[in-house]
């Protein structure tokens, strides 16, 4: 199935319980929100997509390792673009597979990686991607587009998120 990204906006009062422990922010079965069937289905018919509202979940698929790429530093002792902290992270790899990585994004901070995205652009892209095949890069292309999305709708809302990469 592979490591996918899924995020879960929270509102502004709900912050401090949302860096506290933000896996109780996500949801019970994330693929079954994003792709819209019944929590624990072993059948795969019935797909209708997303089960939530665009404004309150994020689903990158595998795209979130290419837009870790393309946000984290480029050169030794460099920071990264504000933008990586919502692409940070990876499994913790284990004997049975792997363990998520799970962090809360407070909303103070979603409007600066909001305005981060927006200048992301093919050049950019094209750089931070430049040994990927065009098809590789149209699939982040495709995500980053969603990604902006829904960090400038939370950006407008004042709202936060949560997110795993598992």
């Known amino acids: 199935m592979g490591i996918r990204y899924y ?3 929270f509102d ?4 401090g319980y949302a860096l506290a422990d933000p896996r109780s ?56 673009r504000p ?11 284990c004997d049975l597979g792997w363990d998520p990585w799970v962090r809360a994004i407070a909303p103070e901070e979603v409007a600066s990686i909001a305005d981060d995205l927006d200048s992301i652009d093919d050049e950019i892209i094209r750089t931070a991607l430049s040994r990927r095949s ?11 587009t969603i990604a902006k999305r829904f960090v400038r709708g939370l950006a407008a809302d004042g709202r936060g998120f949560a997110y795993l990469i598992g």
Do not use: H
């Not at 502004?12 to 912050?15: A, G, H, R, V, W």
């Not at 994003?34 to 990158?60: C, H, N, V």
């Not at 933008?83 to 790899?93: I, Q, W």
């Not at 065009?134 to 980053?144: F, G, N, P, R, T």
């Open 83 to 93: 933008a990586y902290r919502m692409f940070e992270g990876d499994v913790a790899y």
């Open 12 to 15: 502004d009062e709900l912050t």
């Open 25 to 80: 922010f996500i949801g019970r079965d994330p693929l079954a929100d994003a792709w819209g069937f019944p929590p624990g289905a072993s059948s795969w018919t019935g797909i209708t997509g997303q089960a939530l509202p665009e404004r309150d979940m994020l689903y990158l698929d595998k795209a979130w390792s290419l837009l870790q790429v393309i946000t984290r530093p480029r050169l030794l002792g460099e920071s990264p």
């Open 7 to 9: 995020a879960y906006a």
């Open 134 to 144: 065009d098809s590789d890069i149209e699939y982040a292309c495709d995500y980053l």
